[in-house]
């Protein structure tokens, strides 16, 4: 059945991209800017977990408290919201959601109200632009000998997938700099065929694909401070492989510093990168967590602000993301159900009951 579904959601991408085409002749630069407007709170996704379905809550800023259960209040009449969310983001009016075993990425508006769901199978993770978004996906849109990934170009407002680009295995991560999508490749453990697909946004093509090491790459692309590189997270594959997390240069196609340390969550904050990592230790049959900050413009590697006392009170940590105002650590746990926020100083500032498994959060900045 799963196949049959593919086969035809193939089909009728292929047939609404020969009919809708791309008019437009704006060539102006798509691209990251500069934060504007301002942070009311934020949207978290709990991917559910143990047959609990995943969530979507709002924390509002004017009193720091969140809205449990905010999505299914505002929507009654909708079954549920999905299983096993994987990527939330805030575009322009919109609040988008993928789920990847429910197969379909969810379309609300900024207070809640469900609008539609988009049906895109395997789907991972979202970035969105210009009233477009853009998923990646591990389902294989092609015959080819390998089973490919490819990333599905959404019209928001429509609601429908218009396009698909076949790139690498198991894509995940995805950043748009410039008039360029970048999207990572995790490939396979077994064979770590790492790499970096560069899809041109006007044609909507794969115009290169670079191999970035015998690394395990996962989760999300984080744009660093210069606007035009890349932090790869490269997590531990084990107690004794301390993973080798990378930064990736757009302008060159290459990598450019490799770190000894392992990540698996990162975020950006003026001009420091910080990222987090954790991995099982059978000695003590408890996870280690450490993380580490980056300056780029000295090339220097500080200690993370939260101090490694503290980081090993969090069972299970399941996402790092920074106040892109405030500079405030959030921290979540997801063995715990728990949210925590941390000072750049590292003192505890609150800590919040979120649904099963907080595992991606998008800020409301309007």
């Not at 789907?123 to 080819?144: H, L, M, N, P, Q």
């Not at 744009?223 to 757009?250: R, W």
Request: hydrophobic share 35%.
């Amino acid at each position: 059945m799963k196949i049959f579904k593919l086969l035809l959601y193939a089909a009728t991408v292929s047939l609404l991209a020969t009919a809708c085409g791309d008019d437009s002749d704006d060539d102006d630069p798509i691209g990251p800017g500069p934060v504007e407007g301002q942070c009311y709170g934020f949207y978290l996704l709990n991917r559910g977990v143990d047959g609990e379905e995943a969530s979507l809550e709002y924390f509002d800023f004017s009193d720091y408290t969140m809205s449990q259960g905010w999505w299914t209040l505002k929507n009654t009449a909708v079954e549920y919201l999905g299983d096993w969310g994987v990527d939330v983001v805030a575009h322009e009016d919109y609040v988008l959601a993928t789920f990847n075993d429910s197969e379909w990425m969810e379309i609300c508006t900024r207070t809640g109200e469900h609008l539609n769901f988009v049906e895109i199978p395997s789907c991972r993770r979202i970035v969105a632009s210009e009233g477009f978004a853009y998923v990646s996906s591990y389902a294989d849109v092609t015959k080819a000998p390998i089973r490919n990934g490819h990333v599905a170009k959404v019209d928001i407002e429509k609601g429908l997938v218009t396009e698909v680009c076949s790139v690498g295995r198991k894509p995940e991560g995805l950043a748009i700099i410039g008039d360029k999508l970048y999207v990572l490749n995790t490939g396979d453990w077994t064979i770590q065929e790492s790499s970096i697909s560069v899809i041109d946004l006007k044609s909507f093509t794969e115009i290169e694909q670079v191999n970035i090491g015998n690394i395990y790459a996962g989760g999300a692309l984080t744009v660093m401070p210069d606007g035009h590189s890349l932090f790869i997270n490269s997590c531990n594959a084990s107690y004794t492989d301390p993973g080798k997390s990378v930064i990736f240069d757009t302008n060159t196609l290459s990598v450019t510093h490799e770190f000894k340390q392992g990540s698996k969550y990162a975020a950006v904050y003026k001009d420091k990168l910080y990222a987090l990592d954790t991995y099982y230790f059978p000695m003590t049959s408890s996870d280690v967590v450490s993380g580490f900050v980056y300056d780029a413009a000295t090339d220097t590697v500080f200690d993370f602000p939260v101090s490694s006392e503290i980081l090993e009170t969090i069972s299970d940590p399941s996402g790092l993301w920074i106040h892109p105002t405030e500079g405030d650590v959030y921290i979540a746990d997801g063995e715990n159900n728990k949210l925590f926020r941390f000072d750049l100083a590292g003192t505890l500032k609150g800590t919040y009951d979120t649904g099963f498994y907080p595992t991606q959060l998008a800020w409301d900045i309007r």
